[in-house]
């Protein structure tokens, strides 16, 4: 065995305590030296954010300064652009007389149903004809239904303030009343057509059977002659609408009718919104003041030009130069005071219509009352296709030949219900004798049904749609047929939640031409686009699901307020209500909403979100804090009434839509985007739009775009501060975009806003 081999490496070499001493000190001079250039920086860089800060501090003040300056200019200026609003009500005024002189020059035979004598006198002398046969009922709906139309029209276009209290126990009690006198026609009607039951009968079945289709009213009669047991399943023309009747009507002496009325004079009405104390302004009654004033004034200057004309012509005619001259100075001091008197009653129209534009926006601050379990919320649903009018009648008698002469029983007590199921069932043996009655019905084609209709029956004691003794609903959306069973028949409706379209997922209005755009607003189910020329409103497109929807309403120019009835009745209701609130999380109740939670309507609704809050900046304690559903910040409808009727004034040329931001925002403020579109040809894909957040007296474009991470109130660059979104607007806008905004009717503008005003886009989007 050799020698060990020795190791090639040799121990570490242990550090003395003065090199540990002299490392340790190495390393805290380095540290030393680090903290200090860290400091350094850090000093460095907050003098340069404070310099920053200090800069746009300085910036922000002169351009607050420079706002402020020149806001009594803008000001004034928006004042003599927005007399629009209260010019276009004064034509609406003189077309509502005019309106009513042609009906007086017309001599038609109709009468003005305005006026409590013409109207009473033609219910008078209607209740008294007898023997109409339906369809002569029928012919006269058509003027009945025009009339209830008109009186409605009056109710809801007539400003608020210049409705009086008596005036509107007028209009709705005759609306009530012309309701009741059809109806009970249409009943007097159908006993006449019965009576003639067994001259009408079916060669095959031996039962009569009777529709009689129009496009306001269809009526489904069946009368039992022959009382077959066998004979259960009712079908009306080859049609699937019909009834699944039990045993015991079979064997009965009954007729079995559906009078569907595709108008809904049921329900009752709802009352005309009041004009508050709360939303007049205080400017109004010292205008009031200065209007009287001004005409006493008036009235004096014309009595003190009497006496002195009476005083002239017993004395001697002076020279006819100071004649003439004293009655030219006289005509100017009479001018002033009416031009005066003119431009007074013009502010306190002004003012009118401010307040009933506000009207529109105001938010309840509680629900009128609970609603029991059955009981349908008509704050939440509304009823969409008319009414089936669903009765088991007891059959009259027949119609008897007799030597020539047809002879015929007439019952004093007229049309009788028959009672089904019967209020004591103690005679029958069979327990379930009763069954529920099984329904086909046809849904209204012009209507849209986005989800499955519900069912509710008319409580005519409770006076109010119940959902209860309702059962085995189903529906074919394909057909647009929908089944159910019914304990007891009465009048039946479909209902649906009022604002299943709400909140829209975006929107936008954009100009066509010189007093013409169009507004398309997006929801969950559905795109539709909204022209508006001059006056009037039509319906350009509807989408379902991305496919193209016809509908009756397309290509039909309306009335604002005519055009929105159209759109609610047929299921197209993208206008919410004061109520509204209260079922649908708005923009301000969605500030403390997290990332993700989707809004749910209807009952889902309430399941989801059980306590409803909205939530509101305060600048003192710089956080959100939560507040009711229904109570709002005071401030918020007068900024949305201000951005709508200035987006109105420029939609001729400028082009305006929904931003992300807007829900991210303060509540105090609105953010939207804004171009200039001047061409007619589609926009292109990615338009460049600036962003705008507008505080009611604060207008100022942001830097962010739709794409930013985060919100930011920071000014675009080379941009100002504004008192109005007209001059915010206006300030980068060009020649060409503010020649055309200058050329808009206030006919036009005033439809727009009004638009504007009932959808409600800056909170419901």
Same mark, same amino acid.
């Given at each position: ?13 242990? !550090?003395? *305590? ?14 030393? *030296? ?32 420079? #706002? ?7 000001? %004034? ?37 305005? !006026? ?117 399943? @009712? ?58 004033? @001004? ?5 004096? $200057? ?8 009476? $005083? ?10 100071? +004649? ?173 939640? #009022?604002? +299943? ?16 755009? =169009? &507004? ?40 604002? @307020?005519?055009?929105?009835?159209? =759109? ?5 209701? !993208? ?11 708005? $923009? ?15 009952? &889902? ?13 305060? =600048? ?22 201000? #951005? ?45 739009? $600036? ?14 775009? %739709? ?21 915010? @607007? ?25 638009? &504007? ?9």
């Amino acid at each position: 065995m050799g020698p060990k081999v020795k190791k090639s490496g040799s121990k570490k070499k242990k !550090i003395t *305590k003065a090199e540990r001493l002299k490392q340790l000190q190495e390393e805290e001079e380095k540290r030393q *030296k680090e903290e200090e250039e860290a400091r350094v920086k850090h000093e460095k860089e907050e003098m340069e954010r404070l310099e920053i800060q200090r800069t746009e501090k300085e910036k922000w003040r002169k351009l607050e300064a420079k #706002a402020l300056e020149r806001s009594n200019e803008e000001l %004034e200026e928006l004042y003599l652009l927005e007399r629009c609003f209260p010019e276009a009500e004064k034509l609406k005024r003189e077309k509502r007389l005019l309106s009513q002189w042609k009906h007086y020059i017309q001599c038609d035979g109709s009468p003005d149903p305005s !006026i409590s004598q013409e109207i009473n006198t033609f219910i008078s002398l209607w209740k008294e004809e007898t023997n109409e046969t339906f369809e002569a009922v029928i012919a006269k709906s058509k003027l009945v239904l025009n009339l209830i139309e008109r009186l409605k029209l009056i109710l809801l276009e007539t400003p608020p303030y210049d409705l009086q209290d008596k005036n509107i126990a007028q209009y709705q009690g005759s609306i009530l009343e012309l309701r009741e006198l059809l109806h009970l026609k249409f009943n007097i009607a159908t006993e006449i057509l019965l009576r003639q039951a067994s001259t009408l009968a079916d060669l095959d079945s031996g039962n009569m059977e009777k529709v009689i289709q129009d496009e306001n009213v269809t009526l489904y009669v069946w009368a039992n002659l022959k009382k077959n047991p066998r004979y259960r399943s @009712v079908r009306f023309s080859e049609t699937q609408i019909g009834f699944e009747i039990p045993r015991i009507l079979a064997t009965s002496d009954i007729a079995l009718r559906l009078l569907h009325t595709h108008y809904d004079h049921v329900t009752p009405l709802r009352p005309v919104p009041a004009a508050s104390q709360e939303n007049t302004s205080t400017v109004t009654p010292v205008v009031k003041g200065e209007v009287k004033s @001004v005409e006493t004034a008036i009235s004096k $200057n014309l009595q003190e030009e009497r006496k002195q004309q009476e $005083n002239e012509s017993h004395s001697v005619h002076e020279e006819e130069t100071e +004649v003439m001259e004293e009655q030219d100075d006289t005509e100017r001091q009479t001018e002033e005071p009416e031009a005066t008197k003119c431009d007074l009653e013009m502010k306190l129209l002004s003012e009118t219509v401010s307040a009933a534009q506000m009207l529109l926006l105001e938010n309840a601050s509680e629900k009128p009352y609970s609603f029991e379990d059955p009981e349908v919320d008509l704050y939440q649903f509304t009823t969409l296709g008319g009414v089936y009018h669903l009765d088991i009648l007891e059959l009259p008698p027949q119609c008897k030949p007799v030597k020539g002469w047809m002879i015929v029983e007439i019952l004093k007590e007229g049309l009788q219900k028959y009672v089904y199921p019967p209020e004591t069932t103690e005679d029958f043996e069979m327990e379930n004798a009763f069954p529920p009655i099984e329904v086909m019905l046809k849904v209204h084609e012009n209507v849209i049904f986005f989800e499955a209709p519900m069912v509710a029956r008319w409580d005519a004691e409770g006076k109010h749609w119940k959902t209860d003794g309702i059962s085995n609903v189903s529906y074919q959306p394909e057909d647009r047929l929908i089944t159910f069973s019914l304990e007891t028949f009465g009048p039946v409706t479909l209902i649906q939640d #009022a604002h +299943v379209n709400m909140p829209y997922q975006s929107w936008e209005l954009r100009p066509l031409d010189v007093n013409k755009v =169009l &507004l398309t607003v997006t929801t969950v189910f559905t795109e539709i686009q909204i022209q508006v020329k001059e006056n009037l409103c039509m319906l350009a497109s509807i989408k379902l699901n991305n496919k193209r929807h016809s509908s009756a309403l397309e290509e039909k120019w309306m009335s604002p @307020v005519s055009f929105i009835i159209a =759109l609610k009745e047929a299921g197209l209701n !993208i206008f919410p209500t004061g109520h509204s609130h209260f079922y649908v999380v708005t $923009n301000y109740k969605k500030k403390g909403r997290k990332k993700g939670q989707e809004q749910k309507s209807g009952v &889902l609704s309430n399941l989801i979100f059980p306590k409803r809050v909205s939530l509101q900046y305060d =600048l003192h304690v710089n956080e959100w804090s939560t507040t009711p559903a229904g109570q709002f910040s005071a401030e918020l409808p007068l900024v949305e009434m201000k #951005a709508y009727r200035q987006m109105a004034l420029l939609s001729s040329a400028f082009a305006f839509g929904w931003s992300r931001w807007n829900t991210e925002c303060d509540p105090k403020n609105v953010v939207f985007k804004v171009r200039e579109h001047l061409t007619k040809e589609e926009p292109s894909p990615n338009p460049n739009w $600036n962003f705008l957040m507008f505080s009611g007296d604060r207008a100022q474009s942001l830097k962010i775009n %739709e794409s930013s991470e985060a919100f930011s109130k920071a000014l675009k660059e080379d941009t100002e501060f504004h008192s109005t979104l007209y001059h915010m @607007v206006k300030d980068s806008a060009s020649e060409e975009a503010m020649e055309k905004v200058g050329r808009s009717s206030c006919q036009f503008t005033d439809s727009v806003c009004h638009l &504007l005003l009932s959808t409600r886009l800056l909170s419901y989007s």
